[in-house]
């Protein structure tokens, strides 16, 4: 006799939603009172590298020893920043580099949040105190959150210490309710009221503020192979105005052209439209200008330029070979199912798109395609000079596309490169010491930070010091220092011995 059963599945039980929102709203709390302590520890790091001590120009100021302009500072070396406002201390400029890597910042993201933290201490200090209570889970309702602090903090920044006084008196009281019109209007009448001529300059320079950027290099786009970026500006009203007509009226055309795109898209692809038509105007071509003689060149140019730099790899390239080891031609693209590689890479996006989208790109009537020599980055180029040739910086560059300082997202092209290993003008002839695999890119900021780290009493350089070592007498710990492991990874070491490891993905704290 068969017998059957029937498995019993238990209701979870019910859910104290109460509850939920209490661990909500305590976790909340939590996260504001760590905000708090990060915000202030950020305070206290800058205030210890300050230059408060008065010191004399060209002498060692401040609580670390660090050195003034003058005529006994390293070139290149340390300097103060004014990253407050008026009245404010300033800030030695590689305390930045330490501080944002250690809270996984980069430094144009860590430079802002010490100046943040430099305004409201030090400017606006009944605010700061309103931040403080965010500490106290018990007092966090009428609290300054940082992120609000911080947004007015930077608008302060260029008040006088009269005019930020008057808005950190009037805005405390209501501050963490207060909504940012309101905070911009009272900022607005502190500067009438303590600083009218600015006031006056601020109206008549106002064009000066006017921008247009296109965010080749877009750090959060969610997905970068698909070859589109964001745009934005502040432009002139009657400027902005005919370029929303002129948008407007080629988005119809390409309506009435048969694109079935909606009205965003096609506003999108009006622009690039507008620019192609713009650039490939002739304004001179080969006839007279004003009964005058034809100009001997025209500014024709094409409308669009494709340059293609040829990555190969061996599946790209190389014979498949089947299990009895027939060739049967490429490799197939697991990810795509085709022929070979399908993806290519934007050099100076960095981003990852389809072959097709490049196809598109290259099919515009007028785009000139230009394509680049392939370079074998497997080889080892090396020479004797200090000086990078362009044959070793385009191998570096293509290897390490982005900056290799911890944190440093920025494209390689137009950045330093740095010996990894400090070049020795005393080394022996034949040593080969500049070569593909003891560059690295650095921005200018991080290059002169590892390069001239602040000196303590430092003496100057000793004649046995190459270009890319400390002055004689900094002590070691006092300086970054890194090195490329044989995978590629630079593994830095800050002047307070937190280790980091940057490889193609980003960085990684060590400690």
């Not at 100021?61 to 300097?79: F, K």
């Not at 430099?118 to 007092?139: F, K, N, Q």
Request: a negative charge; aromatic letters at 4%.
């Amino acid at each position: 006799m068969n017998q059957s059963s029937t498995a019993v599945v238990e209701a979870p039980a019910a859910t104290d939603t109460s509850a939920l929102l209490v661990t909500a709203r305590a976790a909340a709390a939590a996260q504001q009172a760590a905000e708090v302590a990060t915000f202030v520890a950020v305070a206290d790091w800058a205030d210890a590298h300050t230059d408060r001590s008065g010191g004399t120009v060209g002498d060692p100021i401040g609580p670390l020893g660090l050195w003034s302009e003058g005529p006994n500072s390293v070139p290149g070396g340390d300097r103060f920043l004014e990253l407050g406002g008026p009245g404010a201390p300033l800030v030695s400029e590689f305390c930045l580099y330490e501080i944002s890597a250690a809270l996984g910042r980069s430094v144009a993201s860590g430079r802002p949040l010490i100046g943040d933290a430099i305004e409201l201490r030090h400017r606006l200090p009944r605010l700061y105190s309103r931040v403080l209570a965010g500490a106290d889970p018990t007092a966090q309702k009428r609290a300054l959150p940082v992120w609000r602090a911080r947004k007015i903090a930077a608008l302060t920044r260029t008040l006088t210490a009269e005019g930020a006084d008057f808005v950190d008196r009037n805005l405390a009281p209501v501050a963490h309710r207060a909504t940012m019109p309101t905070v911009e209007r009272l900022v607005a009448e502190a500067t009438a009221r303590f600083d009218p001529e600015n006031a006056e300059l601020d109206r008549a320079d106002a064009d000066a503020g006017r921008y247009f950027t296109i965010e080749t290099n877009p750090v959060d786009a969610a997905a970068p192979w698909t070859g589109v970026v964001p745009v934005h500006g502040t432009l002139d009203l009657a400027d902005a105005l005919d370029l929303n007509n002129a948008v407007q009226r080629v988005a119809a055309d390409l309506a009435a052209a048969g694109c079935d795109a909606d009205l965003d898209v096609r506003r999108s692809m009006a622009l690039g439209e507008l620019a192609r038509r713009q650039t490939a105007l002739d304004l001179y071509g080969a006839t007279a200008v004003d009964g005058g003689e034809a100009p001997t060149g025209s500014t024709r140019t094409p409308a669009r330029q494709v340059v293609l730099y040829v990555h190969l790899s061996d599946a790209a390239i190389a014979a498949h070979r089947s299990a009895d080891g027939l060739e049967t031609g490429p490799g197939i693209d697991p990810v795509t199912g085709h022929t070979g590689i399908d993806l290519a890479r934007l050099e100076n996006t960095r981003a990852l798109i389809t072959a097709d989208q490049v196809r598109d790109w290259c099919r515009t009537p007028g785009t000139q395609v230009v394509v680049k020599p392939v370079i074998d980055l497997s080889g080892h180029v090396a020479v004797d000079a200090y000086e990078v040739p362009d044959r070793i910086a385009e191998r570096v560059r293509l290897d390490r596309p982005t900056c290799a300082f911890p944190y440093c997202g920025r494209p390689a092209r137009g950045l330093d490169l740095d010996h990894t290993e400090a070049y020795r003008r005393e080394a022996a002839p034949g040593a080969r010491q500049t070569s593909t695999s003891n560059l690295a890119p650095l921005c200018r900021g991080e290059h002169r930070a590892k390069t001239h780290p602040s000196p303590t009493g430092a003496s100057p350089p000793g004649p046995s010091d190459g270009p890319d070592d400390p002055p004689g007498g900094v002590p070691p710990d006092r300086r970054w220092r890194y090195h490329r492991d044989p995978l590629g990874t630079y593994v830095w070491t800050s002047p307070h011995g937190l280790r980091y490891a940057v490889d193609s993905t980003g960085t990684t704290p060590l400690d």
